[in-house]
Nanobody, 118 residues
Framework: QVQLVESGGGLVQAGGSLRLSCVAS????????RGWFRQAPGKERELVGA????????YYSDSVKGRFTISRDNAKNTVYLQMNSLKPEDTAVYYCAAGPGTSSFSYWGQGTQVTVSS
């Protein structure tokens, strides 16, 4: 059974940092693109960051560029999201995902809540 399990969410004050982790099990994702999405109440799910299978290419949404860093450790089947200079508008449930190719994500985690207080 394939599972993606996120951890590292929580409550933090504005300006603070959190590091999310997503461990995959049930298969290897070393040749899959990995990504982090988030969804705030009443809003659509948005792609925050993505990383290629080798880690050589990354993508960030404009809203997090310069503050968030996505990375991966294929030996550990894990992807990370380092979030710095957090803002209240970063409050959301964060989901990790994995997918083949460059156009879609096939596997999803259950999500972890990030709450940033002002």
């Amino acid at each position: 059974q394939v599972q993606l399990v996120e951890s590292g969410g929580g409550l933090v004050q504005a300006g603070g940092s959190l590091r999310l982790s997503c461990v995959a099990s049930g298969r290897t994702f070393s040749n899959y693109r990995r990504g982090w999405f988030r969804q705030a109440p009443g809003k659509e799910r948005e792609l925050v960051g993505a990383i290629s299978s080798s880690g050589s290419r990354t993508y960030y949404s404009d809203s997090v560029k310069g503050r968030f860093t996505i990375s991966r450790d294929n030996a550990k089947n894990t992807v990370y999201l380092q979030m710095n200079s957090l803002k209240p508008e970063d409050t959301a449930v964060y989901y990790c995902a994995a997918g083949p190719g460059t156009s879609s994500f096939s596997y999803w985690g259950q999500g972890t809540q990030v709450t940033v207080s002002s």
